[in-house]
């Protein structure tokens, strides 16, 4: 593995070592006074955002700080782009600063594999051998962010295969869903996406999990349930017909969370819209692992950052 | 370390099973010597064959003195020097005792000392753990070849090697049978 472009590109081996490692991470942090690893001393890591986000960001800045890395941030807002500069020509330029790695979010998909290409062609002129990092691609994929849902649901559940998964909401709009899907497909996991079908994206189909319309004869069977935030800035024209119409279908509120079987675990990947798609109460409940999700981030972003900066490179 | 083995032919015992039994034991008996009266005793071993004759010289040390010390586990993968020079190695557990490691006597065990690297990297991982009073090391096996200023308090058996020859420590917990053997590579 080179760079972190899709969940996709990972097998259950390699997803579970990374998983492994996230856990490792932590136990080496727990409890210490000095939450600070030599790991990647002298490595450089540049932030790449052209989309708003706080945890994404600040959860990358944090695990390369925690590793030594020297992290920098750039946003779009601010920097050369403002001025016109290609996606293309800001990379190459981080590369030639010395960049070992450029983590990136780009409100167009593809974003990153595009960068990837770019880096491994012009490695030659720049000089350092850059790894490019997906943190979000428009609607496509969002892999780290699978694999800290993925690492949540194993510490709570104690193992991912033959789990049954409830993905809820806007499918359409969320590469969250679906680099879970094909995340928790690849660990064994079995997953129901329940969504209005104006928010299932064309070729769902394909996908390795069971679509389902109506969330309250899913949920008695779910083993946890992952809430999705209606993308409004995302949306050109009407998908549901009012935020009360879509919260009391597909909204998980203290009601339709009595229906789940005790032991299960609701996630959200934040930011949540509190009675919307979720009820406060039900963010705030025991069996709710948002903040868990937010920790556990960091370290699978460690793991991350380990796997593909500490070794030699190829 | 161990998985791959070629011919045994090629391999000579160094230390048979009741050799790594009377061994373990005479480490333990040494160490219980030179903490007496020392309070706040903590073993503590390097994954993943140091952290079992961690365990076993906790056993041995509780046996013979009736007093057990606490057993840990620290794993310096994230402290090495050679970091680049391999793909990126797996991590294995890190666990200390409740109490911490303030103030505490620490030994350090680990299955074979060679150029001191890696007992370097412990060192510093138990640094960022906290402040220990004084660390020790014991090892079962000193084959040489040092490339650091450091040596080992308790040593089970010295053997002078040559750079390409291994030494490979099997343990019963993980190799089925406990034998020291020294290889040609």
């Known amino acids: 593995m080179r760079h ?4 996709t590109d990972l097998d259950a081996a390699a997803a579970t070592a990374l998983l492994d ?13 000095v939450r600070k690893l030599p790991t990647l001393r002298g490595r450089t890591v540049i932030t790449m955002f052209y989309e708003n986000s ?29 001025k016109g500069e290609s996606l293309r020509d800001t990379a190459l330029t981080l590369s030639a600063m010395g960049a070992d790695c450029v983590i990136v979010r780009h409100p167009a998909s593809g974003a990153a594999h595009r960068l990837a290409a770019w880096v491994d062609k012009d490695r030659e002129t720049t000089g350092t051998p850059t790894v490019i990092v997906n943190a979000g691609d428009g609607t496509h994929e969002h892999p780290t962010q699978a694999l800290l849902d993925a690492a949540t649901l194993r510490d709570r559940l104690g193992g991912i295969a033959g789990k049954r998964v409830g993905i809820v909401g806007d499918v359409l709009h969320s590469r969250v869903a679906r680099s879970n899907v094909f995340l928790l497909a690849t660990l064994g996991a079995e997953v129901v996406l329940i969504a209005p079908p104006t928010l299932l994206p064309v070729g769902v189909a394909q996908w390795p999990c069971r679509v389902s319309p109506e969330l309250d004869a899913e949920l008695p069977a779910l083993d946890a349930v992952m809430m999705l935030r209606v993308q409004a800035e995302r949306m050109r024209g009407a998908f549901f017909p009012s935020a009360r119409e879509y919260s009391i279908g597909y909204g998980l509120s203290e009601d339709r969370a009595a229906l789940l079987p005790e032991h299960a675990v609701v996630l ?26 937010v920790r556990t981030g960091v370290h699978v972003r460690m793991a991350v950052l380990y796997h593909l900066l500490a070794g030699a490179s190829e | 370390m161990a998985q791959d083995r070629p011919g045994a032919a090629a391999a000579r015992e160094l230390l048979s099973a009741s050799d790594v039994a009377r061994t373990v034991a005479r480490i333990a008996h040494q160490i219980i010597e030179k903490t007496a009266g020392t309070e706040n005793v903590v073993l503590v071993g390097i994954p ?34 050679d970091l680049r020079h391999h793909p990126a190695r797996p991590l294995s ?49 000193d084959r040489g070849h040092r490339e650091l200023p450091i040596r080992a308090d308790y040593v089970g058996k010295n053997v002078p090697t040559a750079r390409d020859e291994q030494v490979k420590v099997l343990l019963e917990e993980i190799d ?7 290889e040609r590579a």
């Open chain 2, 48 to 81: 993943t064959r140091g952290a079992m004759l961690a365990r076993r010289l906790g056993a041995a040390v509780a046996e013979f003195s009736g007093t057990p010390f606490p057993v840990g586990i620290v794993d310096p993968t994230l402290y090495r020097d």
């Open chain 1, 4 to 7: 972190l472009l899709s969940v």
């Open chain 1, 54 to 82: 706080t945890r994404t960001r600040v959860s990358f800045e944090v695990a390369g700080k925690w590793m030594s890395a020297d992290t920098v941030n750039v946003s779009a807002s601010g920097s050369s782009v403002a």
């Open chain 1, 268 to 293: 959200h990947p934040g930011p949540m819209v509190r009675g919307m798609e979720i009820a406060p109460a039900v963010a705030d409940a025991p069996n709710a692992a948002v903040l868990q999700q």
């Open chain 1, 21 to 33: 490692t996230a856990d490792r991470l932590r136990q080496a942090l727990l409890g210490r006074e």
């Open chain 2, 93 to 141: 557990s890190t666990d200390l005792p409740d109490g911490g490691l303030d103030d505490a006597l620490v030994v350090l065990i680990d299955d074979v000392l060679m150029s001191g690297r890696t007992v370097r990297a412990a060192l510093d991982a138990l640094a960022d753990h906290g402040r220990p009073r004084a660390v020790q090391l014991a090892v079962l096996v």
């Open chain 2, 176 to 182: 089925g049978v406990d034998a020291v053997r020294l």
